[in-house]
């Protein structure tokens, strides 16, 4: 069992930047790929961002690419989620995820994800 803890969440004005974490205590974490999701008011759960569980490999959504970069401390069981250049319509509850992802077309779909956070509130207002 990995419990995942978000934190990082918050208003911010546009084009403002925000570094959400996601704290995973256990011996665990480092074998997992971890993933960023995010479920806008009224809209579906969609994929963020993700990293391999070394860190060498991420990927991106397009809607994010260039803005948001994904990492990870496996030293210190946390993933990370920065987050420049905002804009409103990147309001959402973003919620952290890891699992056991092995291929690259994998790393976008949330049913590859066995383990997810509660989740924290992105506001974005202008």
């Known amino acids: 069992q990995v419990r995942l803890v978000e934190s990082g969440g918050g208003l911010v004005q546009t084009g403002g930047s925000l570094r959400l974490s996601c704290a995973a205590p256990?011996?665990?974490?480092?074998?997992?790929?971890m993933g960023w999701f995010r479920r806008a008011p009224g809209k579906e759960r969609e994929f963020v961002a993700a990293?391999?569980?070394?860190?060498?490999?991420?990927y991106y959504a397009d809607s994010v690419k260039g803005r948001f970069t994904i990492s990870r401390d496996n030293a210190k069981n946390t993933a990370y989620l920065q987050m420049n250049s905002l804009k409103l319509e990147d309001t959402a509850v973003y919620y952290c995820?890891?699992?056991?992802?092995?291929?690259?077309?994998?790393?976008?779909?949330?049913?590859?994800?066995?383990?997810w956070g509660q989740g924290t509130q992105v506001t974005v207002s202008s």
């Open positions: 995820a890891a699992g056991p992802v092995l291929r690259s077309r994998d790393y976008d779909a949330a049913r590859s994800y066995d383990y």
């Open positions: 256990g011996r665990t974490f480092s074998s997992y790929a």
């Open positions: 990293i391999s569980w070394s860190g060498g490999s991420t």
